[in-house]
């Protein structure tokens, strides 16, 4: 792993959370974030206040081996269980190396990587190498994901950066930016158009056509949580809490866990993108506070 100069104004950690190796990244003013190597998953992000502005599960399981619950959990080569694979895919149960941090103009930026070997090819018979770049900003974040074909046939994936948002009270949020368009509720599988701001009551699990105005996540008064953005890579945004019943069997969250989170998605899960041999897909989230 590289380090910045002595110069340099970002911080970088290599540490032990709950036996896991993470990194952690930090500017002078105080914003930080915390990338776990399993899975690559970026699992904190502080802004400058002291203020964690992503959710992650106090019971989330630490074993090396399960997807950790919270933060932001990397979907590839499938969402959900659109195929044959693991739920959400492999690469959020697989250790990433971390490939280097440097400085930019817009703060620090911390690269991890993830690449086929006989374990993924025996489930997934193809070559690839993804990377995670994170970029730390003032009140910012930017997580992109890049996927390289590194072999001689085309290959197909859907997936997401599921993100965890962290919220005072979800019964009393709601997001703006998704009226008009078309979208899936999957809990009542309804096809429709939103419309209007989305609010949350119940288990909410809703796939929509990709957003062309940035997303607002508001609290009860009006005021902004979090800004959300997607690049136009991806086709989809995914909007899901599991509500108080869902939650309640889920073993790696708290019952009142559903209260404190709502996931706001970047996905490609409509059309399976295809990456010729060679070539390159990239899609990034932004997210300002």
Not at 229 to 238: C, G, I, L, T
């Amino acid at each position: 792993m590289s380090a910045p100069s002595s110069t340099a104004p970002c911080l970088l950690r290599r540490e032990r959370l709950n036996g896991q190796d993470v990194v952690r990244i930090a500017l002078p003013a105080g914003d930080g974030a915390t990338i776990a190597l399993h899975g690559g998953q970026l699992i904190s992000w502080t802004t400058a206040d002291g203020q964690e502005r992503v959710f992650l599960s106090p019971d989330a399981v630490w074993d090396g081996h399960a997807a950790i619950r919270g933060g932001v959990p990397v979907c590839f080569p499938q969402f959900n269980q659109r195929g044959p694979l693991v739920k959400h895919g492999f690469a959020r149960h697989l250790p990433w190396q971390c490939e280097g941090v440097s400085d930019v103009c817009e703060g620090a930026q911390a690269t991890f990587v993830l690449r086929d070997d006989e374990h993924t090819r025996a489930v997934w018979p193809h070559a690839f190498e993804a990377r995670l770049i994170v970029l730390l900003g003032h009140a910012s974040l930017r997580v992109t994901l890049e996927l390289r074909n590194t072999g001689a046939a085309p290959w197909s994936f859907t997936g997401a950066l599921h993100t965890y948002l962290r919220v005072p009270d979800i019964t009393q949020a709601h997001l703006d930016g998704l009226d008009g368009l078309a979208c899936w509720d999957a809990v009542r599988d309804v096809h429709g158009v939103q419309q209007g701001a989305l609010a949350f009551e119940g288990e909410v699990d809703r796939v929509f056509a990709a957003a062309t105005q940035p997303l607002r996540l508001r609290d009860g008064q009006g005021a902004d949580i979090v800004t959300v953005e997607h690049s136009a890579s991806w086709d989809n945004v995914v909007v899901w809490n599991p509500g108080a019943a869902l939650c309640a069997q889920l073993r790696d969250m708290p019952p009142q866990g559903w209260r404190e989170m709502l996931c706001i998605e970047a996905a490609s899960i409509d059309q399976p993108v295809v990456v010729p041999p060679g070539q390159c897909w990239s899609g990034w989230q932004q997210l300002t506070a």
